[in-house]
């Protein structure tokens, strides 16, 4: 295990449809978290995991929005009814859970196109 | 947390040192400071964090005064590859990271 894995790493659809990303973290972490990063900002947080529970989402994350992380190791994330505006870059991050560390480990994101 | 001021972009030359200057005049006495690069259509990558004084590492060093409101970030000797967003970020420790634009380093040959 070398690292975050995202999948797909490009996803291309029309509006209103759905879609789903896969994040499969560094095996030994316990935290996982989701990010959102358009054209020139940094990326903005999302929502994230410890183990299998969710302890966070940000406003950002409208209803549309889902992600669920079954029995603490993968995760997924869902966008329903796509938007042109949900079009970024989707980041996933995992972290060790200890404290005092502010150190997470990024895939390499899922770009999503709406069109 | 912490809002963070840095500039938008610096140019270089190969082989300079980079200095980078974060502003977190709110930082909290909990707060970290934490360092990530990040290329073109790649995810961040963790470069260093601190809390005071100076923390040094294979790729760079931080600097923070005493008074923790400002951190400098130090790539010694760059090279084309340092070419990349550099994000400064402010916070306590359970991990919840808030980007701002980041600077833009530029090193050319």
């Known amino acids: 295990d070398t690292g975050v894995s995202q999948n797909p790493r490009h996803k291309i659809t029309k509006r209103g449809q759905n879609v789903t990303f896969r994040c499969d973290p560094i095996?030994?972490?316990?935290?996982l978290y989701w990010y959102r990063q358009t054209l020139g900002q940094g990326p903005e947080f999302l929502t994230y995991?410890?183990?299998?529970?969710?302890?966070?989402k940000s406003r950002l994350l409208s209803d549309r929005f889902s992600a669920e992380r079954p029995k603490g190791s993968f995760s997924t994330l869902e966008i329903q009814r796509t938007e042109q505006g949900d079009s970024a870059m989707y980041l996933c991050?995992?972290?060790?859970?200890?404290?005092?560390?502010?150190?997470?480990?990024f895939g390499p994101g899922t770009r999503l196109t709406v069109t | 947390l912490a809002k963070t001021t840095q500039p938008i972009s610096m140019d270089s030359y190969e082989g300079q040192e980079v200095n980078i200057t974060c502003s977190h005049n709110?930082?909290?006495?909990?707060?970290?400071i934490t360092w990530y690069q990040q290329f073109p259509s790649q995810g961040p990558r963790f470069i260093i964090q601190?809390?005071?004084t100076k923390v040094t590492n294979e790729v760079a060093s931080l600097f923070i005064p005493a008074d923790r409101k400002s951190s400098t970030l130090s790539l010694p000797r760059v090279s084309l590859s340092d070419t990349a967003v550099y994000y400064c970020?402010?916070?306590?420790?359970?991990?919840?990271?808030?980007f701002g634009a980041g600077t833009q380093v530029v090193v050319t040959p």
């Open positions: 991050a995992s972290s060790p859970s200890r404290g005092g560390s502010y150190e997470q480990y």
């Open positions: 095996s030994e972490h316990n935290r």
């Open positions: 995991f410890q183990n299998e529970a969710q302890l966070e």
């Open positions: 709110n930082i909290a006495t909990n707060d970290y």
């Open positions: 601190g809390y005071k």
């Open positions: 970020l402010v916070g306590d420790s359970w991990g919840k990271l808030q």
